[in-house]
């Protein structure tokens, strides 16, 4: 395979400009990289995935809404419609003929947002994932979820058994969270990505974590990336969220302006001069973030949530007393999509509440790019018997970013 001609900094140029629409051409390379995505949601991994240079040959999505979201972004791709439990017999037969699965089941049950309760239905899913990976035997898989699944002690019999299972299916794993602020996206979004390889073919795993690390790129702030859509309330970039804005009477204060809960609901304020915090699947009603029109068109003018949350601080202001400024309004589906730096252009189908849940549940496009990348990369440089089994390599070898090598 050659090499990446697009890099990171391109695609966020690309991103902030928004000239082209989407679906756009990925990077071409001489042999074509198959994969299959499962868990496909609205396509933002898969958009990520297809730009690094990897062409989805076949998808699986349950929700009708995201199902008609990704065909029409994705019109290659052949759509498994349904539950993934009900499409092996498909699957199988695309065995020994992807080149890497991808996917991030459902993880409800993980989260620290949600009961984390390991029987909930879609806790399990991520062994549909493994038994996928079992019937394809691809040569690399990436599986995305919550960062808890990675990190808590709760779930390190979850952990055990998922290493364990895909070892006696043929592969080698390792995991690692990622930040997507650090991945060309304005959101502070942390994830676990498990990368497995099959046995055999002597990819570098044990590098794989420096590789991607190494190709981080800078984002640019929500001002940068709001600032250059179409105002809000206009054609290109309407109002789809009318949740009232009100002061909480009774406020749970944090530190930072952008976290506790000082407005009525769970929509908390953005940071528009640095990244958002994690865009939850719920928006649409009154946990959709919160947005100072005034003060994102003029950064001269008051930050006014932040200014009233030091004042509730140092007592200066009694809660529930003042009535929210109208230059306060919701974020709009147009503005998260591309927080998430899903493509311009990009179609979602279904109501104003399935678009904002489409959006909140995606992986953001840019770092599966930035996965997506490194892992071929990885691929691309197999290593002989003795250094894959002592696990050495130099990581600087596999960067990727900085244009051509």
Not at 46 to 53: H, M, S, Y
Request: some cysteine; glycine content about 8%; overall charge neutral.
């Amino acid at each position: 395979m050659q090499k990446p001609s697009c890099v990171l900094r391109d695609f966020l140029a690309h991103q902030l400009q928004s000239q082209v629409q989407y679906p756009i051409k990925p990077v071409t390379y001489d042999m074509a990289i198959n994969g299959m995505s499962l868990f496909s949601g609205a396509g933002g991994m898969d958009a990520g995935f297809e730009k690094a240079g990897v062409r989805v040959v076949v998808a699986n999505e349950l929700d009708e809404d995201a199902c008609d979201t990704y065909a029409a972004n994705h019109p290659e791709t052949l759509l498994l419609r349904g539950d993934i439990r009900d499409c092996f017999d498909v699957l199988e037969k695309y065995k020994g003929g992807i080149d890497v699965l991808f996917g991030g089941p459902p993880c409800q049950g993980f989260s620290v947002a949600g009961k984390m309760d390991p029987d909930d239905v879609r806790s399990k899913l991520v062994w549909s994932f493994v038994e996928a990976v079992k019937a394809v035997q691809p040569k690399a898989f990436v599986m995305e979820n919550v960062k808890a699944l990675g990190m808590l002690e709760k779930w390190k019999p979850v952990r055990a058994r998922y290493l364990e299972e895909t070892a006696a299916a043929g592969y080698d794993v390792k995991y690692f969270v990622l930040n997507s602020s650090d991945y060309g996206v304005p959101q502070k979004r942390e994830r676990v990505f498990f990368v497995g390889s099959k046995k055999g073919l002597n990819y570098p795993l044990a590098g794989i974590e420096a590789i991607v690390k190494s190709n981080s790129s800078a984002s640019p702030t929500v001002r940068d990336v709001l600032n250059s859509l179409p105002e809000a309330g206009s054609e290109g970039n309407p109002i789809t969220c009318a949740a009232k804005i009100t002061l909480a009477a009774s406020p749970i204060l944090r530190r930072s302006p952008y976290a506790g809960m000082y407005f009525n609901g769970l929509g908390r304020p953005v940071n528009l001069d640095g990244y958002s915090n994690t865009l939850p699947a719920s928006m649409g009603g009154n946990k959709t973030p919160i947005i100072d029109e005034g003060y994102l068109k003029d950064p001269k003018k008051p930050n006014w949530p932040a200014e009233y949350h030091d004042r509730l601080r140092s007592k200066q202001a009694t809660a529930g007393l003042e009535d929210a400024p109208e230059s306060l309004r919701r974020m709009t589906t147009a503005e998260a999509a591309a927080i998430q730096t899903f493509p311009g252009g990009y179609a979602f189908k279904g109501s104003k509440s399935s678009t904002y849940k489409q959006i909140g549940n995606a992986v953001p496009c840019n770092m599966a790019m930035a996965v997506a990348k490194s892992v071929l990369r990885m691929m691309e440089h197999p290593l002989n018997a003795e250094t894959y089994r002592t696990g050495a390599l130099d990581s600087r070898m596999y960067k990727i970013t900085g244009g051509e090598e």
